[in-house]
């Protein structure tokens, strides 16, 4: 209609009502683009709260996941340590409890974090929008932690290889389901998993004089041991240091106000 109108007005050479109809539509079209950048920007804000929101879960929930497995590292850490303290004659141990010990020692929890919200703000272009530069660069050094953690628990050395290849199966087996991980659930979910200690479990002593002496046979034992337990060191510095970035960052968002929200 506009159109037409500017076609007529130009027919009968009326250039002010041109003009008039030139400023309507350049007009039109700058309230439509604002109108339109003022919708979006109210969908990228609200999705923000959103993810803002899903992240504060997620982040208290790796908090959770990472303590409980520093605890579980702790444990098996104990327990190597038991087992080493016989090896070097220090604590001497029944040969019940240091199969029990050395295998305990070989338990692993690899679960990873999940990253699954701040995977999605990326994707959406929205990751500014998690707060000012500060709280961005906590976030950055969180999932940072995050990789580092996951390559420190999923590594192992020769100990664990050794042992599980030395000790008979049924004594394996019967450690693990008596004293082995049991699921650690959080408002109805599973959030990691933990050792049963003390285990108060005994086995046949005919099955506890082989595999000792089987176990005890493992060439170097004490230092593939030793070596092993120290690796435990490193796995429970990166999952402490875990626990805490996400508490620091999970905390940072519930007192930074969400971006373009003021």
């Not at 993810?51 to 409980?68: G, I, K, M, T």
């Not at 038991?82 to 001497?92: I, K, S, V």
């Not at 580092?148 to 450690?175: D, H, K, N």
């Not at 959080?186 to 479990?201: E, H």
Request: overall charge neutral; aromatic content about 8%.
């Amino acid at each position: 209609m506009v159109v037409r109108r500017i076609r007529e007005h130009v027919t009968t050479q009326n250039w002010f009502a041109v003009g008039i109809d030139l400023v309507i539509v350049v007009v039109g079209v700058f309230l439509g683009t604002q109108v339109n950048n003022w919708n979006e920007e109210r969908l990228n804000r609200d999705r923000a709260a959103d993810y803002r929101s899903r992240l504060v879960e997620e982040l208290d929930f790796n908090a959770r996941q990472y303590a409980l497995q520093h605890a579980y590292y702790r444990q098996a850490k104990a327990y190597g340590l038991q087992a080493l303290d016989d090896l070097a004659g220090r604590t001497p141990l029944e040969d019940n409890d240091f199969l029990i010990a050395a295998y305990q020692l070989t338990q692993m929890d690899t679960t990873r974090a999940k990253t699954g919200v701040y995977d999605e703000m990326k994707g959406s272009g929205l990751v500014d929008r998690l707060g000012d530069p500060e709280t961005q660069a906590v976030a950055s050094d969180f999932y940072l932690t995050v990789e580092v953690a996951q390559r420190s628990v999923e590594a192992t050395f020769p100990y664990r290889t050794l042992l599980r290849e030395a000790m008979p199966y049924p004594v394996q087996s019967r450690i693990r389901d008596a004293c082995g991980d049991r699921n650690v659930f959080y408002q109805k979910r599973l959030v990691g998993i933990r050792l049963v200690v003390p285990c108060m479990l005994i086995i046949d002593p005919v099955e506890v004089a082989t595999a000792t002496k089987s176990v005890r046979a493992i060439p170097d034992l004490e230092r593939q041991m030793t070596r092993y337990v120290a690796s435990l060191d490193e796995k429970l510095v990166n999952l402490a240091l875990g626990a805490q970035q996400a508490r620091d960052f999970r905390n940072r968002l519930l007192g930074d106000p969400l971006p373009g929200s003021t």
